[in-house]
């Protein structure tokens, strides 16, 4: 079955080999993981998502989905792969493994964090009620044989949007500070990744303290810690805080890449307050933007943007307009945080030790060259610290933040970034 593309085709315009728009999630686990279990549960676990399973080709001029008979890859690796290539089978999702982590690689252009969590949860509920030899409970489990609802299949960012309310506030569209034109990092081609643990009761005892929440606190140590690196920068820190789009498209279902931003500016008048009233201001800033009339505002620009390119009939055409819009945003945004919310795995969580989400980047690395990516599971948040330069004055500066707030944490590991590639038929 061939499916034509809406969400999809933005993310597929942007990519290249630079930016793939892809994610890796890494899973420790307490036990070795053993392939051949992992293999059944991957069988099991991709019945249940038929609009996973395919590949991209063109119909005529046009980038399309079309089923993929291919087995699903499992891989003994820690290595990057390279998704829609021989080496996946065509597939955009790939599992591999090693030692006693489990991985899950996808691409952007099928799906976002949100999507690709149910999937990932019917993983680890078939993986452990296999290897441990138990019965785990399915509440909340997608499972194989359960019916497939027509709203995990749909596209909600393509049904008609009603029309613009008056008054909105604009989201922050100017200039802002450039880690890599501001002298102290240097760009490197790929990232490195320092992975901190925080006791999910800590931090939740802190951000209710100040009138926070996980993603803005974050994102508030991470503008301090960019701007006391830059004393007297000309433009201030922008942070640029990832937004599911499914709650204003009322959509929960759907599987798209449905990802919209909320961007809170580090100003002179925001530095002038004390750290709660920042916080504040921060929270603030997320509720007016997050707000569903923004958030159905964005994918109207959207709507206006693929109407524009579908007129275009060059492909080379349609890349070059939707990398330099992306260019064109990168530049009003110096770092990004990115977080899903809880990764509620059920009775699956107690068979975990770690858990890391890497995405290739946010925004386009060679702007944007600094992402804080959170997941929270099993009592623990899990913020992965990825930037794409060598220098560690940033990551000692925000781990100074947390000192200096009293908030206990963990430095795991530092280790390369390993996302995947990805390969498109052109």
């Given at each position: 079955m061939i499916r034509h593309l809406y969400s999809e085709l933005r993310t597929i315009y942007e990519t290249t080999a630079e930016d793939p728009h892809t994610f890796r999630t890494t899973i420790k686990m307490k036990d070795m993981v053993d392939g051949e279990v992992l293999r059944r549960a991957v069988d099991r676990t991709m019945e249940r998502y038929p609009y996973f399973r395919v590949r991209i080709c063109m119909d005529g001029k046009e980038f399309c989905f079309e089923d993929n008979p291919e087995p699903l890859p499992v891989l003994n690796t820690n290595q990057r792969l390279t998704l829609g290539s021989g080496q996946t089978g065509g597939h955009l999702v790939a599992f591999a493994y090693w030692k006693n982590r489990m991985y899950i690689d996808g691409y952007h252009g099928l799906a976002d964090g949100g999507g690709i969590t149910p999937l990932i949860k019917t993983l680890l509920y078939y993986y452990c009620s296999d290897y441990y030899g138990t019965e785990l409970s399915k509440e909340d489990v997608r499972l194989s044989g359960d019916p497939v609802p027509k709203e995990e299949w749909d596209d909600p960012a393509e049904v008609p949007i009603p029309e613009e309310k008056t008054g909105l506030i604009s989201k922050w569209s100017s200039p802002a500070l450039q880690i890599g034109d501001a002298g102290i990092a240097r760009i490197i081609p790929d990232s490195l990744v320092y992975n901190i643990r925080i006791s999910e009761k800590e931090f939740m005892r802190f951000n209710i303290s100040n009138d926070g929440s996980p993603a803005t606190i974050a994102a508030l140590l991470l503008a301090r810690t960019i701007d006391g690196l830059h004393p007297g920068a000309d433009l201030p820190a922008v942070i640029a805080m990832c937004v599911n789009q499914r709650k204003a498209l009322n959509a929960p279902l759907a599987h798209q890449s449905l990802v919209g931003d909320v961007r809170l500016p580090y100003t002179d008048r925001v530095k002038a307050m004390p750290f709660s009233k920042q916080a504040t201001c921060f929270r603030g800033m997320v509720t007016i933007q997050s707000d569903t009339d923004m958030v159905l505002d964005e994918i109207r620009d959207y709507q206006k943007l693929m109407k524009d390119l579908a007129a275009t009939d060059s492909l080379a055409e349609r890349r070059r307009r939707c990398q330099q819009r992306m260019e064109d945003v990168s530049?009003?945004?110096?770092?990004?945080?990115?977080?899903?919310?809880?990764?509620?795995?059920?009775?699956?969580?107690?068979?975990?030790?770690?858990?890391?989400?890497?995405?290739?980047?946010?925004?386009?690395?060679?702007?944007?060259?600094?992402?804080?990516?959170?997941?929270?599971?099993?009592?623990?948040?899990?913020?992965?610290?990825?930037?794409?330069?060598?220098?560690?004055?940033?990551f000692r500066d925000f781990i100074g933040q947390l000192r200096e707030n009293d908030i206990d944490y963990d430095v795991l590991n530092m280790t390369e970034a390993r996302y995947p590639r990805v390969e498109l038929p052109v």
């Amino acid at each position: 079955m061939i499916r034509h593309l809406y969400s999809e085709l933005r993310t597929i315009y942007e990519t290249t080999a630079e930016d793939p728009h892809t994610f890796r999630t890494t899973i420790k686990m307490k036990d070795m993981v053993d392939g051949e279990v992992l293999r059944r549960a991957v069988d099991r676990t991709m019945e249940r998502y038929p609009y996973f399973r395919v590949r991209i080709c063109m119909d005529g001029k046009e980038f399309c989905f079309e089923d993929n008979p291919e087995p699903l890859p499992v891989l003994n690796t820690n290595q990057r792969l390279t998704l829609g290539s021989g080496q996946t089978g065509g597939h955009l999702v790939a599992f591999a493994y090693w030692k006693n982590r489990m991985y899950i690689d996808g691409y952007h252009g099928l799906a976002d964090g949100g999507g690709i969590t149910p999937l990932i949860k019917t993983l680890l509920y078939y993986y452990c009620s296999d290897y441990y030899g138990t019965e785990l409970s399915k509440e909340d489990v997608r499972l194989s044989g359960d019916p497939v609802p027509k709203e995990e299949w749909d596209d909600p960012a393509e049904v008609p949007i009603p029309e613009e309310k008056t008054g909105l506030i604009s989201k922050w569209s100017s200039p802002a500070l450039q880690i890599g034109d501001a002298g102290i990092a240097r760009i490197i081609p790929d990232s490195l990744v320092y992975n901190i643990r925080i006791s999910e009761k800590e931090f939740m005892r802190f951000n209710i303290s100040n009138d926070g929440s996980p993603a803005t606190i974050a994102a508030l140590l991470l503008a301090r810690t960019i701007d006391g690196l830059h004393p007297g920068a000309d433009l201030p820190a922008v942070i640029a805080m990832c937004v599911n789009q499914r709650k204003a498209l009322n959509a929960p279902l759907a599987h798209q890449s449905l990802v919209g931003d909320v961007r809170l500016p580090y100003t002179d008048r925001v530095k002038a307050m004390p750290f709660s009233k920042q916080a504040t201001c921060f929270r603030g800033m997320v509720t007016i933007q997050s707000d569903t009339d923004m958030v159905l505002d964005e994918i109207r620009d959207y709507q206006k943007l693929m109407k524009d390119l579908a007129a275009t009939d060059s492909l080379a055409e349609r890349r070059r307009r939707c990398q330099q819009r992306m260019e064109d945003v990168s530049r009003c945004i110096t770092a990004t945080v990115s977080y899903v919310g809880k990764a509620n795995y059920g009775d699956a969580e107690r068979y975990i030790q770690e858990y890391e989400a890497l995405p290739s980047t946010a925004l386009p690395s060679t702007h944007v060259p600094l992402t804080i990516e959170m997941s929270a599971m099993n009592g623990y948040f899990f913020l992965n610290f990825i930037q794409y330069f060598n220098e560690t004055d940033y990551f000692r500066d925000f781990i100074g933040q947390l000192r200096e707030n009293d908030i206990d944490y963990d430095v795991l590991n530092m280790t390369e970034a390993r996302y995947p590639r990805v390969e498109l038929p052109v």
